[in-house]
């Protein structure tokens, strides 16, 4: 029996990427890697620092990355350096883009991923501000579950 391929792969390469992948967004991907690695962390909130994300947008990237293991909803954020990208940083670069766009994105209180969706609404809010350029992808499963209307209060 032949295995079938994910439809959704766990990680590529950068290379794979080529163009599409924004060098704005491969700084902010470097700095959230960092800002998970103790010994990086100061890099990560310089890194932010110099994509323009203000000190009050930094200390929100600092307080997702805790949440990003959420088993309902996990992001799997590589090591620092790694020449791969995994679907779910993608999809949370998705994430922000898209809930950047929503006015006023609200979780439900009620819903389990509400301190998840809850920190990426300020992270997305931070992104925002920026001259950071995040380009719309695909979705994997997780990236949709993070996105779910049901859990979400939000107008355009």
Do not use: K, N
């Not at 609404?121 to 995040?134: K, N, P």
Request: with cysteine; proline share 8%.
């Amino acid at each position: 029996m032949a295995s079938r391929s994910p439809v959704f792969p766990t990680r590529v390469s950068y290379r794979a990427f080529g163009r599409q992948f924004s060098r704005g967004e491969q700084m902010l991907l470097a700095a959230l890697r960092q800002l998970r690695d103790p010994a990086l962390h100061d890099e990560g909130m310089a890194q932010l620092a110099a994509l323009g994300v203000d000190a009050e947008g930094r200390d929100a990237f600092g307080e997702l990355l805790p949440l990003l293991a959420a088993p309902q909803a996990p992001i799997d954020l590589l090591r620092p350096g790694s020449p791969f990208i995994s679907a779910s940083e993608l999809d949370l670069l998705v994430c922000l883009l898209r809930i950047a766009q929503w006015r006023h994105a609200r979780p439900r209180e009620d819903d389990e991923l509400a301190p998840l969706r809850r920190q990426l609404a300020h992270c997305a809010a931070a992104v925002h501000t920026t001259q950071l350029t995040l380009r719309q992808r695909s979705l994997s499963p997780v990236g949709l579950r993070l996105l779910d209307p049901a859990g979400w209060l939000r107008q355009r």
